[in-house]
């Protein structure tokens, strides 16, 4: 499968393509809107892989040529990059495209880090009102710390929550979730469960400043 | 400690109320607008834990009652029930007594079960503008299924958020949290990390209800 990370330099594309890149033979598109650093990324990804004795697929482009390849695009950039972010690649999307959200509206304050979500109401609903009808919208990924998803060092043993109203890509998100080691998936509905979701990555900043016996803390649920 | 637990004739209130009888020697005062159910629920908790050859004092009288005699004071009720409550027990409030605040605002539609916060902006926000300044307010036991926490049979191995703006308070609450057998206090903050800590209610019910291997799930940080 072609997976293509959209801002795939920054954290959260780092860990995934990390992970993915060593516990998969899924082809991996970092994007960037500087083709010459998603370049650069995607050696250094790698190389990092290879260090371990594993071989990743990983290429690197801008965000609309990864975008036209991929099978899956995770939009990786902050909150407040999606908008334009999406508005740079719908062009490229379809319903071949599962197109998958792990960003959360946060905003911090002098108490903490505190859900800010976009006017849509959430992250995943602006994606939904910005790409095209016929290209699946899933959530994922919000409850992985992204210092520690890039930390291949670093055991997972958490749950991610996916959420969506195709069943199909839901599904694609989950296997593709499963296949990195020591993460499952669980089911949290449909896009009408991204503001709770969304509020969770908020809630771990929160618990990991507070508490000094969780860093980089995911969720189990059991 | 005296536990007051008003509307602790319901799920949470029973759950709280056979956790501390079993697992600690705090007097628990069981309370309820009707002073006879509250008497009758106190019997079948005691009756239980003596079961398990274990001892607990417990007794029922009415909210009023209750909250005089509290060292501090469980909010068990519902989300919808949280105003009426507070407000019939607001002039037994002072310094003295610590006011927690387990409820969340939610509500069902055909996508399951999402946040429905009060006007105030969280349950916490409501019961916080509702008491008295001096009586410290703190969230706590949000993330417990009120079946799994009623069932003495059932482990827990779970966390739960504490928050709250006095951290005199705060310590309270987290250390008679973790005076039951398996749950861990974590810090989630001050009063503004409400909305996120009660979103946590709604996202429980959704992952039970979609995902075949939990169910009454608690949340664990790691």
């Given at each position: 499968?072609?997976?293509?990370?959209?801002?795939?330099?920054?954290?959260?594309g780092a860990?995934l393509?990390l992970?993915w890149?060593?516990?998969?033979?899924?082809?991996?598109?970092?994007?960037?809107?500087?083709?010459?650093?998603?370049?650069?990324?995607?050696?250094?990804?790698?190389?990092?892989?290879?260090?371990?004795?594993?071989e990743?697929?990983?290429?690197?482009?801008?965000?609309?040529?990864?975008?036209?390849r991929?099978?899956?695009?995770?939009l990786?950039?902050?909150a407040?990059?999606?908008?334009?972010?999406?508005?740079?690649?719908?062009?490229?999307?379809?319903?071949?495209?599962?197109?998958?959200?792990?960003a959360?509206?946060?905003r911090?304050?002098?108490?903490?880090?505190?859900?800010?979500?976009?006017?849509?109401?959430?992250?995943?609903?602006?994606?939904?009102?910005?790409v095209p009808?016929?290209?699946?919208v899933?959530?994922?990924?919000?409850t992985?710390a992204a210092s520690?998803?890039?930390?291949?060092?670093?055991?997972?043993?958490v749950?991610?929550?996916?959420?969506?109203?195709?069943?199909?890509?839901?599904?694609?998100?989950a296997?593709?979730?499963e296949?990195?080691?020591?993460?499952?998936?669980?089911?949290?509905?449909?896009?009408?469960?991204?503001?709770e979701?969304?509020?969770t990555?908020?809630?771990?900043?929160?618990?990991?400043?507070?508490?000094d016996d969780?860093?980089?803390?995911?969720?189990?649920?059991?």
């Open positions: 499968m072609r997976i293509a990370l959209l801002g795939g330099t920054g954290d959260v860990g393509a992970r890149g060593h516990d998969t033979n899924h082809e991996l598109l970092v994007g960037s809107r500087d083709p010459e650093r998603a370049r650069e990324a995607s050696e250094r990804y790698a190389a990092a892989v290879a260090d371990r004795d594993r990743a697929t990983v290429k690197g482009f801008d965000n609309a040529m990864v975008t036209d991929a099978d899956v695009a995770v990786c950039v902050p407040y990059h999606v908008a334009d972010t999406v508005a740079s690649v719908a062009s490229g999307l379809d319903g071949d495209t599962v197109v998958v959200t792990p959360a509206g946060t911090r304050d002098d108490e903490g880090v505190h859900s800010h979500p976009p006017s849509a109401g959430s992250v995943a609903a602006l994606v939904r009102g910005a009808d016929e290209a699946p899933v959530g994922a990924f919000h992985l520690r998803l890039a930390d291949l060092d670093a055991a997972l043993g749950d991610t929550l996916v959420f969506g109203d195709d069943d199909d890509a839901k599904a694609t998100v296997r593709l979730a296949e990195i080691d020591g993460l499952r998936a669980l089911d949290a509905g449909g896009l009408a469960s991204a503001p979701v969304e509020a990555t908020p809630l771990l900043v929160n618990v990991a400043a507070n508490d969780v860093s980089d803390p995911g969720i189990r649920f059991s």
